[in-house]
């Protein structure tokens, strides 16, 4: 069975820095791709970055492009995402997600598209 394992997360200043890992096992990588999104209460799940594991092709979300870095290491099929200069706004539950695709794509990071997901971690981003 497909397990994603998080780490990472906790409290951190605006401006600061902080990474997330996300380990898969059990899937197929053939035509995998991961993803980050992230979430707060009330408010609409957001893609924060996805990647196509063959080619290491990403898209970022605008609220993150040039301080947000995914990245992946297909030694250990790991998923990691390198947040800097943080802000109180991305304080959110981040969930690491994977699909395998298929071919099948679309704009941006499809949350509906994703079959397997993370237990998330949270990321608490103080003034």
């Known amino acids: 069975q497909v397990q994603m394992a998080q780490s990472g997360g906790g409290f951190v200043q605006a401006g600061g820095s902080l990474t997330l890992s996300c380990t898969a096992s059990?899937?197929?990588?053939?035509?995998?791709?991961m993803a980050w999104f992230r979430h707060t209460p009330g408010k609409e799940r957001e893609g924060i970055a996805c990647?196509?594991?063959?080619?290491?092709?990403?898209y970022y979300d605008g609220s993150v492009k040039g301080r947000f870095t995914a990245s992946r290491d297909s030694t250990n099929n790991t998923l990691y995402l390198h947040m800097k200069d943080v802000r109180p706004e991305d304080t959110a539950m981040y969930y690491c997600?994977?699909?395998?695709?298929?071919?099948?794509?679309?704009?941006?990071?499809?949350?509906?598209?994703?079959?397997?997901w993370g237990q998330g971690t949270q990321v608490t981003v103080s003034s």
């Open positions: 059990g899937l197929t990588f053939d035509d995998v791709q």
């Open positions: 990647i196509l594991w063959s080619s290491g092709s990403t």
């Open positions: 997600a994977a699909r395998n695709h298929g071919g099948i794509y679309y704009t941006g990071c499809v949350d509906v598209a994703f079959t397997y």
